[in-house]
């Protein structure tokens, strides 16, 4: 099975030079959350496929999820320029992640 999460090398100040929408996805491969989750986000994205989406593996102490105050996995972070639009914790259906995207996204 691969990995769907990786190691992210980005830091958070890369992330809030960087602009343009990005998606950012915090989670690891063995959460059960995670692992439900994902069909629905893979869904949602198929509406929105110039966004560019980041699935970065988070745990203890990994700074770049503690910068962005990740709690709970999966956690969507949603940038524009750099700059945080809003995010969504432990989505369990795509619409939820529809909303989120066409809140801020032109489809």
């Avoid at 998606?23 to 893979?42: N, S, T, Y």
Wanted: proline content about 6%; overall charge positive; aromatic content about 6%.
């Amino acid at each position: 099975m691969s990995s769907l999460y990786r190691a992210c090398s980005l830091t958070r100040s890369e992330l809030d030079a960087r602009p343009g929408d990005l998606l950012l996805q915090f989670g690891v491969d063995g959460c059960g959350h995670c692992q439900r989750a994902e069909p629905g986000i893979a869904q949602a994205l198929k509406d929105f496929p110039s966004l560019n989406h980041l699935r970065i593996e988070d745990g203890a102490g990994r700074p770049l999820g503690l910068s962005f105050r990740v709690r709970l996995w999966p956690t969507l972070v949603l940038l524009r320029d750099g700059q945080e639009l809003d995010r969504l914790v432990r989505p369990t259906q795509s619409a939820q992640v529809l909303a989120l995207l066409r809140n801020f996204l032109a489809v």
